[in-house]
């Protein structure tokens, strides 16, 4: 069974730092692209970071703050999201999601195949 678990969200303060993390398993997931997206209440879903062998792609919104990098283990995969410098627009749920087909644009959400369920991230000015 497929799943991706992300875990690390909370409440932080602007200007703050908060670490997510996202362990994917049940495939081998050491060949896919992997994603973090967010959505505000009342927006749509948009793209924040990905990464695929040594390409990591950024929204311009998070360039210079936000840092995302994986560990590749044999049966599970797990991708962090570093987040630095946090605004109070940064407030979302944040979802993981892996490529595992390839071809597609990093930055949109049709090209994952493979969602986890959201972690709740919300910065207070």
């Known amino acids: 069974q497929v799943q991706l678990v992300e875990a690390g969200g909370g409440l932080v303060q602007a200007g703050g730092s908060l670490g997510l993390s996202c362990a994917a398993s049940?495939?081998?997931?050491?060949?896919?692209?992997m994603g973090w997206f967010r959505q505000a209440p009342g927006k749509e879903r948009e793209s924040v970071a990905a990464?695929?062998?040594?390409?990591?792609?950024?929204a311009d919104s998070v360039k210079g703050r936000f840092t995302i990098a994986r560990d590749n283990a044999k049966n599970t995969v797990t991708v962090f999201l570093q987040m630095n410098s946090l605004k109070p627009e940064d407030t979302a749920v944040y979802y993981c999601?892996?490529?595992?087909?390839?071809?597609?644009?990093?930055?949109?959400?049709?090209?994952?195949?493979?969602w986890g369920q959201g972690t709740q991230v919300t910065v207070s000015s």
């Open positions: 999601a892996a490529d595992c087909d390839g071809g597609g644009r990093y930055d949109e959400p049709t090209t994952y195949d493979y």
């Open positions: 049940g495939r081998t997931f050491s060949s896919c692209a």
């Open positions: 990464i695929s062998g040594a390409y990591t792609y950024y």
